[in-house]
């Protein structure tokens, strides 16, 4: 599914807005992504490199994605963990979305059927095909 070994990849990451929200990153300037315990989305996090983009998606409350972060430095250790086994990546705010673009829009969206946000509900680091990006993208009247 990957890119080109020169060629950024893109992902997307969730996070419950009342604990970590978009706005805070934007507060923030530069958030540290960890607390991830899935080792899927671990593997995900490993394979990110700086300058990747992400969507920032709320999950549970709002369950859409509001803005496109970039990873700013990649192959961190989770600091939150004790035994140094899990990933971690930082992060930089690059743009709000104009308008959000719901779950539910994706879901209804036949272009997005494969998405990884579709197909693995629970992953909390997915990775997104550049088509689907840029159908978000459109869905979001970028």
Not at 99 to 105: F, I, K, S
């Amino acid at each position: 599914m990957g890119k080109t070994a020169n060629s950024a990849r893109l992902w997307l990451m969730k996070s419950e807005p009342d604990a970590y929200s978009w706005d805070d990153l934007v507060a923030e300037g530069e958030g540290t992504w960890d607390g991830v315990r899935n080792h899927r989305a671990a593997n995900n996090l490993r394979a990110m490199q700086p300058g990747d983009q992400a969507f920032f998606y709320h999950s549970n409350i709002g369950k859409e994605i509001v803005g496109i972060a970039e990873i700013s430095r990649g192959g961190l250790t989770d600091p939150t963990d004790p035994e140094g086994k899990w990933a971690c990546v930082k992060v930089k705010a690059v743009r709000k979305l104009k308008q959000p673009v719901t779950l539910a829009a994706i879901k209804a969206e036949p272009a997005l059927a494969e998405c990884e946000l579709v197909r693995l509900s629970r992953l909390s680091v997915a990775e997104i095909r550049p088509e689907e990006w840029a159908k978000v993208l459109e869905m979001a009247g970028e």
